[in-house]
């Protein structure tokens, strides 16, 4: 059902003294009156969200002005756009300077705006490209549990100023304070009327057509919000704040206006829409009062740490790579009674003390691989997982993070299995957008879009879900895996890079419920999509070293919002014009030792993906298909398993093949001039058709590895931990149409 979401309430911030002109602010703009639109600071908006926004279940929310007015007739224009709309304004009297942060005034504005009008649910704010302002917005709307709206973000400047004079924004310069603006020429002037010169001065200047960066300041005096009148402006005086002969400075002041009311029916329309609300108190000025000491005392963190454990020992199955700069870190339970949050929250705090004895901590990991055995219990796991990875805990960025539904009890684990990526310093950049926007899917939540550390940008799993309603496209499993693609690319391009180019890998993860046609649909689309991205970048002459990425298909019981398809990249961003990169498939090794008796075979390559940049990162998948496990294992009796996919496979033969990854994982690695101590991660895939336990496997693959080591001398193993992780799935693969991999390998190596 369709839920339209209505705008019932303004909020204001105004300077303590009405006759400050101008204050030193970040978040805040001064020097003039700056109206909201249509829920959106200055001019700036996109009318058809608001009126109806479609599937988006916020219902009611609030228009935030995130500009002050100054001067006396400055505060009744304000006054005048609640009258225009027909809504309630909330005023923040009393503005002062904050001491650490100026945004707990908002805070107090929007807690009591929220607390008059319980039904407000989501703030509106009209952020293009200022991380400065989304993030304390956001930071805001988190702690009074409401959403944040933004629009707007990372939205063409051009379009944007387009599609608002064409929507019949009337809307006046008030402030120029850029090169090519002439506070004679260009003060009260129509932004209708700028547009060409405005893209002009872009061409000649680089500045920006919507005046993001400061380069003017707009009122509003009419817009379809308007449904009650609109402004005329009879009096104005201007300003000049500076007379800098390249960029001058002026504000144009209003001196007198008055409103002329509308009557037209579109206008008598729009009204009855609004909320009874709204109907109870419009045009009506609410002025909030309230101290900085009461705001910090409700704003102290809450300590969000876990309960103690169940005072019972368990016994838990840790691995940890050995790279010294970035290691994976992974436990599940071996006696798992509980239900998943239980098991979660138990291996959320295992986890949590291991990082603590290495001296890390939350705020050190950079990915975080999710998977439960349930995944109609998210929300569930959800709710433990916020009790530890939380914003207090990680100031520089909370992880990235991909969950999945695997068969985790079907081969003997927990309903909860953690693996985290870990990193020695804190050096990371983290993108984290929390507003609803156009742009790519929100993460509400302590977890991020992409962490990049070290050159490769980990990349949250995406779904095909339409940012600005948060709904998975409509279509299958095809139309969700492009909108996956592009919400990947619209993160990507945040970094500077795109997945066309710089993608390492690309794990898909596919639900079981979609067709074996859906799956070869799903493959052609996502080589036509990356082709047509890649040529699309040519042609914008933005071409960075290009990747031919690694693909690894991988067949899951289930996804969040019951999605068919979650597209997990791996991104090389580093600009290094110097460094060489190779990319191959197929390609016949140099001559290695003999091991276990497996020696060099021409066919050996056909089983290996790979992506290697020259001394920094080697990428490896190595898939053992049904067909090749007969070679490997050179025996008879495992045709009747090859042709009866219902037959569990030997313990031998297991451990025959377990034997032969780790052979052929130590070839590829060494002819790159890699190490074991350089794997960052290490997942061996295993169906869970196979029938073999984990507590089979995990033991199976070590002694295959202390075996290695010890024959070929080299230093692989640090204390009785593995160095690797069991998955089970339901199956993998190169190939979306063949996901029956006996066993796949994923490996990912940096050099320290």
Not at 27 to 38: D, L
Not at 419 to 435: G, I, P, R, W
């Amino acid at each position: 059902m369709k839920v339209v979401a209505l705008i019932v309430a303004l909020a204001n911030l105004m300077p303590l003294d009405d006759s400050v002109d101008e204050l030193d602010s970040y978040m805040y703009q001064t020097g003039t009156v700056e109206t909201v639109g249509c829920g959106i600071r200055k001019l700036k908006t996109g009318f058809s969200v608001f009126m109806d926004i479609g599937e988006v279940e916020h219902g009611e929310f609030l228009a935030l002005n995130l500009n002050f007015g100054s001067e006396a007739v400055g505060h009744q224009i304000i006054i005048g756009y609640a009258e225009c709309m027909g809504l309630p304004l909330h005023q923040e009297l009393g503005y002062k300077t904050t001491q650490g942060d100026e945004v707990e005034d908002m805070y107090i504005l929007l807690r009591e705006v929220k607390r008059q009008i319980p039904s407000v649910t989501a703030v509106s704010s009209g952020a293009i490209a200022s991380d400065y302002q989304r993030l304390r917005v956001e930071s805001v709307c988190s702690r009074l549990g409401l959403v944040s709206l933004a629009y707007l973000w990372k939205q063409d400047q051009s379009l944007l100023l387009q599609e608002m004079i064409a929507n019949g924004i009337v809307a006046v310069t008030v402030k120029v304070a850029a090169m090519g603006l002439d506070p004679a020429k260009h003060l009260g002037k129509e932004i209708a009327s700028l547009n060409a010169y405005l893209h002009k001065l872009k061409e000649l200047y680089g500045i920006n057509v919507c005046g993001e960066g400061g380069e003017y300041e707009t009122l509003t005096l009419d817009c379809p919000l308007f449904i009650n009148a609109h402004i005329v402006l009879d009096e104005h005086q201007v300003v000049m704040h500076s007379s800098d002969s390249i960029a001058p400075v002026g504000v144009l002041h209003p001196s007198a206006f008055h409103l002329e009311n509308k009557t037209d029916d579109q206008s008598l329309k729009s009204q009855d829409r609004i909320h009874d609300i709204c109907i109870q108190k419009l045009g009506s000025v609410v002025e909030v009062h309230d101290s900085l000491e009461r705001c910090e005392a409700m704003c102290k963190p809450v300590d969000y740490s876990a309960d103690p454990f169940d005072g019972i020992e368990h016994k838990f199955n840790i691995s940890r790579t050995n790279n010294k700069s970035t290691f994976s870190l992974c436990c599940w339970l071996q006696d798992s009674y509980n239900g998943l949050q239980e098991d979660l929250k138990i291996v959320l705090g295992k986890i949590e003390s291991q990082l603590a004895g290495f001296g890390f901590g939350w705020e050190n990991v950079l990915y975080i691989h999710l998977y439960i055995d349930d995944m109609n219990k998210f929300s569930v796991a959800n709710e433990t997982y916020v009790k530890f990875i939380t914003q207090e805990k990680c100031p520089f960025g909370v992880p990235s993070r991909s969950t999945v539904e695997m068969p985790l009890v079907e081969m003997g684990l927990s309903r909860a299995y953690v693996e985290v990526l870990v990193a020695n310093n804190k050096d990371k950049k983290v993108l984290h957008v929390q507003s609803i926007s156009c742009w790519a899917p929100s993460c509400i939540g302590p977890y991020s879009q992409a962490t990049l550390h070290e050159g490769i940008l980990h990349m949250a799993g995406q779904l095909g879900l339409d940012p600005p309603t948060m709904n998975l496209c409509n279509g299958g499993p095809g139309v969700e895996l492009e909108q996956a693609l592009k919400n990947s690319e619209a993160v990507a391009k945040c970094f500077n890079c795109s997945i066309s180019t710089s993608a390492i890998v690309f794990v898909i993860y596919c639900s079981k419920y979609i067709s074996s046609l859906e799956r070869l649909d799903i493959q052609k689309k996502q080589e036509t999509i990356l082709r047509l991205m890649k040529i699309s970048n040519l042609q914008e002459g933005s071409m960075y070293k290009t990747l031919e990425p690694m693909f690894l298909y991988v067949l899951v019981p289930g996804l969040p919002k019951r999605a068919c398809v979650e597209v997990k990249p791996i991104l090389y961003v580093e600009d290094d014009s110097d460094v060489a990169i190779e990319t191959i498939t197929e390609r016949s090794c140099s001559k290695t030792s003999c091991y276990w008796g497996f020696k060099q075979e021409s066919w050996h390559d056909s089983c290996v993906q790979k992506c290697v940049v020259s001394g920094k990162i080697c990428a490896i998948i190595l898939s053992i298909t049904s067909e090749l496990a007969v070679k490997i294992c050179s025996d008879s009796l495992l045709a009747d398993y090859v042709n009866n996919g219902q037959h569990s496979l030997p313990k031998a033969h297991m451990e025959k093949l377990s034997k032969f990854c780790i052979y052929l994982l130590d070839k590829v690695i060494t002819d790159n001039d890699f190490a074991w101590q350089d794997i960052m991660s290490l997942r061996f895939y295993i169906p869970a058709s196979l029938q073999l336990s984990v507590e089979l496997l995990y033991p199976m693959f070590n002694t295959a590895l202390l075996e290695f080591s010890e024959m070929s001398q080299k230093k692989i193993i640090n204390g009785e931990e593995p160095i690797f992780n069991i998955v089970p799935v339901i199956g993998a693969g190169r190939s979306a149409s063949s996901m029956d991999d006996v066993v796949t390998c994923e490996l990912l190596a940096r050099k320290c």
